[in-house]
């Protein structure tokens, strides 16, 4: 299983980004796919996560800002972020669930400057 997210990159505060993440090699659906970040210094947290049937989950400081969709057939999932502050600044790395057992992507960075 590879998951390969693209689509970071710099914005300034108040911009927007759409994030990418698709897996390949996967013969089977995930159940949850989403969207964790680290910043420096700091634990990685959940940002959103969508289910295959797709409910959705996001982070408090996130809600109403970020969107995140999917085409579970496609194993593919997005962000949209909207309204970005200097505090969102992290790697933002994809994130997988299958029957249990997680999957990451490498992490794209997105900085966002004042």
């Known amino acids: 299983v590879q998951l390969q997210a693209s689509g970071g990159g710099l914005v300034q505060a108040g911009g927007s980004v759409r994030l990418s993440c698709a897996a390949s090699?996967?013969?089977?659906?995930?159940?949850?796919m989403g969207w964790y970040r680290q910043a420096p210094g700091k634990q990685r947290e959940l940002v959103a996560t969508?289910?295959?049937?797709?409910?959705?989950n996001y982070a408090d400081s996130v809600k109403g800002r970020f969107s995140v969709s999917g085409d579970n057939a496609q194993n593919t999932v997005y962000l949209q972020m909207n309204s970005l502050k200097v505090e969102d600044t992290a790697v933002y790395y994809c994130?997988?669930?299958?029957?249990?057992?997680?999957?990451w992507g490498k992490g794209t960075q997105v900085t966002v400057s004042s």
């Open positions: 994130n997988a669930v299958y029957l249990g057992t997680g999957y």
């Open positions: 090699r996967t013969p089977f659906r995930f159940n949850v």
């Open positions: 969508i289910t295959s049937g797709g409910s959705t």
